[in-house]
């Protein structure tokens, strides 16, 4: 009878662990996000916490752009609600990814169009137009 309690006992146990083992394999998968999520992104940029909270730094940068690349197709989108979404993206990387946001922002702004560099330079705020330009 005690022998089977011990085996019994280390059956529960090992049970346990492969349960947990495999729920912490699920959590911490990463899907890239559709386009259709994309567009859903693009137009609420707080969505952006639940497609890069198991991203690495490249999958963010992909999903970041893929964003932007749709923020710029929008027809009826000004530019200030474009920087304003861009900011409220930037915010989302800083308060999931602190120590990589740096990083990642640094990535996005060398890759996309540079007509929206003083938006991304400035985080969204307006910027004054250039001289000379």
């Known amino acids: 009878m005690k022998l089977f309690s011990r085996h019994l006992i280390l059956i529960v146990i090992g049970c346990i662990m492969a349960l947990a083992a495999t729920t912490t394999f699920a959590a911490a998968s990463f899907e890239m996000p559709t386009d259709e999520q994309i567009d859903a992104i693009a137009n609420d940029p707080s969505l952006l916490k639940g497609f890069i909270e198991n991203a690495d730094e ?6 970041l752009i893929r ?16 920087g304003a979404r861009i900011a409220t993206m930037f915010e989302v990387v800083r308060q999931m990814h602190p120590d990589r946001a740096a990083t990642i922002i640094a990535r996005v702004w060398k890759r996309v169009n540079p007509r929206l560099l003083p938006i991304i330079r400035d985080g969204g705020a307006p910027t004054p137009p250039y001289t000379g330009q």
């Open 58 to 63: 490249d999958q963010t940068v992909e999903i």
């Open 67 to 82: 964003v932007i690349g749709r923020l710029n197709e929008l027809p009826d989108i000004t530019e200030a609600v474009k």
